[in-house]
């Protein structure tokens, strides 16, 4: 079967956008492909966060990976820091990569370029990602529109050593969805929904009960001209809300617009829709939420068949490097 990877940042809590960004695709993935979802706690030290919190988020993060669908007898769920091939690797790859090329990446640009104090970390960090896809003989990696440059440097870095080096790596292939590939903040639609960012009313988190789904989309940003049309660019509050209901109907954005001519109807039934999409997860957390032991076991064998993998690719890139065995 092809080889899925995928990853996400134990950072805050899970919002809309990943789900539909990334864990709609992630759950599909896992039918027919060989699937391997981590928990990138590595990642999270790239920017301040308390250590307590990141251990409790790291856990939470897995526990709601079950409870967006994923099914740990068909795939494979682990915590990053527990195969220790992930930094080994980057080690490596940061060796064949460039001051120039991770100077280019959009993220570290808004984030931290032209500041002295922004942490090495931060700046390297699409090098670890390069190898947390690259260690698993990755084919496909599900990821929304944010993390798509990143993902070309993991294809460049892959086909770089592989030229320099000899054959070693697999090549990834990024898989976005159409729909929904970059949902926005609802009340600052020209910025992705994100959870490292403080938004309250802006985020809609996929535990939300549905009464804080209702009022945030009630009070989502629009504009004041009242014309039901897709226009991302003229109308971008609109466009996220209209994006999201064709997720929920599986229509067209365009084709959801027309059925419509006030905001404030297209606001209630998204509402409503979005309770019923994220109803199943509430409803498996509450349950998973009682057995934490459980969770526990998950990311135990699942580190255990990561790390088969991983240690095999290690190897050979390690060895084509010219490191003694
Ligand atoms: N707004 C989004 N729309 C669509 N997809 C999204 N993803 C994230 N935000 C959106 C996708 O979710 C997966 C996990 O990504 P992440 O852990 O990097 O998510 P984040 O919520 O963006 O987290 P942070 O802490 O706010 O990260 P930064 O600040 O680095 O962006 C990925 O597949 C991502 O594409």
């Known amino acids: 079967m092809p080889r899925v990877f995928s990853g996400v940042k134990p950072s805050g809590d899970f919002h809309l956008g990943n789900y539909i960004g990334a864990f709609r695709q992630w759950v599909a993935h896992q039918e027919d492909h060989d699937a391997l979802y981590c928990v990138v706690d590595l990642h999270a030290l790239t920017e301040e966060i308390d250590p307590e919190y990141l251990r409790r988020k790291t856990f939470e993060a897995a526990l709601n990976l079950l409870a967006v669908g994923l099914d740990p007898a068909v795939c494979t769920i682990f915590v990053q820091s527990h195969v220790p091939e992930h ?80 054959a070693t790596f697999s090549v990834p292939q990024a898989a976005t969805p159409g729909v929904g590939a970059r949902v926005m903040d609802l009340q600052h639609p020209e910025r992705k929904m994100s959870k490292s960012v403080d938004s ?108 088969e993998i991983a240690s095999a690719t290690y190897a050979r890139a390690a060895r084509a490097m010219g490191l003694l065995a």
């Open 87 to 166: 930094p080994r690797l980057t080690w490596l790859l940061e060796c064949s990569a460039s001051m120039g090329e991770l100077r280019r990446m959009t993220q570290f640009k808004a984030k931290g370029s032209g500041q002295e104090a922004v942490r090495v970390g931060l700046f390297t960090y699409p090098v670890l990602m390069a190898a947390d896809i690259l260690l698993y003989d990755t084919d496909l990696v599900p990821v929304g529109e944010d993390q798509r440059q990143h993902l070309e440097l993991a294809r460049e870095l892959a086909q770089r050593f592989n030229h320099r080096y000899g």
């Open 200 to 307: 309250p009313l802006g985020t809609v988190d996929v535990l939300d009960d549905p009464a804080d789904i209702a009022r945030k989309v009630k009070k989502a940003v629009t504009d004041t001209d009242a014309q039901m049309r897709y226009d991302p660019g003229a109308k971008p509050g609109l466009a996220n809300l209209l994006e999201l209901m064709a997720v929920v109907t599986g229509k067209g954005p365009d084709e959801v617009a027309s059925g419509y001519t006030r905001y404030g109807d297209l606001k209630a039934d998204l509402a409503d829709g979005l309770v019923e999409l994220l109803r199943p997860v509430r409803e498996r957390h509450r349950t998973l939420s009682a057995e934490p032991e459980s969770v526990h076991e998950v990311l135990r064998t699942g580190a255990a068949r990561a790390h």
